[in-house]
C-alpha cells in the first residue's frame, strides 16, 4: 500500500464544473509534488510545494490552482478544464525539496476525464 | 542539454529469461538516479536509489547499477507479475525537480 492517499480515484468532469483533487502523506515529507501523466509518457511535473510554500509552477495554466494547507495536505483545484486535460494526476511527496537526491514517493493518482 | 534516455521502449522475455534495462543520461553534477516500477493506472513505485558510480542495490529478482554515464536494471529470472513499466529519473545539481526517462515497458510470458 502506497504512503501517499489521493481521492478520488476517478473523477469524471464537464468543462464548467469545479472539482479538487486532494492528496495526503503522513511520513513527515516536507515538499509535496503534483504531476500530470498522459498513457505510454512519464510523469510530468506541474507544481512543488516545499515547507507549504509554492516554490516551482512549471508554466501550468491557471485553470489549475494548487494549495497546501498544511505540512500533510496538498490539493489541485480544477475550474474550466479542456479534453485535453485528461489524464492521470499524480502527487508525490519527500524528505525536502532542497534535498533533491532523496526520492520521491507517489501516490495512485487521480484518473481525469473531461467531457 | 539535461537528459535522461531509457532503453528499449519495449521488452518482451519469456518467464526465467534474463535481462537489462538500460537508462542513459547526460546532466552535470549527478546527485542522485532513482528506479520506479509502475503498473498500469497506479502510481510510480519507488525501487531504488544509487548515488555514486559503482553503486548496487538488490531486491528480490532486481539488481540497479551505475556508472558515470548510465545505468541497469537487471532482472534475474522474471515472472510474469514482474511485467510493468519500469522509469528511471535523475536529480542533478542545477536543477530542483527530477528528470524522468521515458520508460520500458517490460512484458514477461508464462
Known amino acids: 500500500d502506497t504512503e501517499v492517499t489521493q481521492t478520488p480515484k476517478h473523477l469524471v468532469m464537464g468543462m464548467t464544473n469545479k472539482k479538487s483533487l486532494k492528496c495526503e502523506q503522513h511520513?513527515?515529507?516536507?515538499?509535496m509534488y503534483w504531476y500530470k501523466q498522459k498513457a505510454k509518457k512519464p510523469p510530468e511535473l506541474m507544481f512543488v510545494?516545499?515547507?507549504?510554500?509554492?516554490?516551482i509552477n512549471e508554466s501550468v495554466p491557471s485553470r489549475f490552482s494548487p494549495e497546501c494547507p498544511n505540512s500533510s495536505l496538498l490539493n489541485l483545484h480544477l475550474h474550466a478544464l479542456q479534453p485535453e486535460d485528461s489524464a492521470l494526476y499524480l502527487c508525490?511527496?519527500?524528505?525536502?525539496?532542497?534535498?533533491?537526491?532523496?526520492?520521491?514517493?507517489f501516490g495512485d493518482g487521480t484518473r481525469l476525464s473531461i467531457l | 542539454e539535461d537528459q535522461v534516455t531509457q532503453s528499449p521502449e519495449a521488452l518482451r522475455l519469456q518467464e526465467g529469461e534474463s535481462s537489462s534495462l538500460n537508462c542513459s543520461y547526460t546532466?552535470?553534477?549527478?546527485?542522485?538516479l532513482f528506479w520506479y516500477r509502475q503498473d498500469p493506472g497506479k502510481g510510480p513505485e519507488f525501487l531504488f536509489t544509487?548515488?555514486?558510480a559503482g553503486e548496487e542495490k538488490e531486491k528480490e529478482r532486481l539488481k540497479a547499477t551505475l556508472t558515470k554515464k548510465e545505468s541497469f536494471l537487471h532482472i534475474t529470472a522474471p515472472k510474469p507479475e514482474d511485467s510493468a513499466t519500469y522509469l528511471c529519473?535523475?536529480?542533478?545539481?542545477?536543477?530542483?525537480?527530477?528528470?524522468f526517462g521515458s520508460g520500458t515497458r517490460l512484458s514477461i510470458r508464462p
Open positions: 546532466v552535470s553534477g549527478l546527485r542522485g
Open positions: 510545494y516545499s515547507y507549504e510554500k509554492l516554490s
Open positions: 511520513m513527515g515529507h516536507r515538499a
Open positions: 508525490a511527496s519527500s524528505q525536502a525539496q532542497g534535498q533533491n537526491n532523496q526520492p520521491q514517493h
Open positions: 544509487l548515488y555514486s
Open positions: 529519473a535523475v536529480a542533478h545539481s542545477s536543477a530542483s525537480k527530477i528528470i
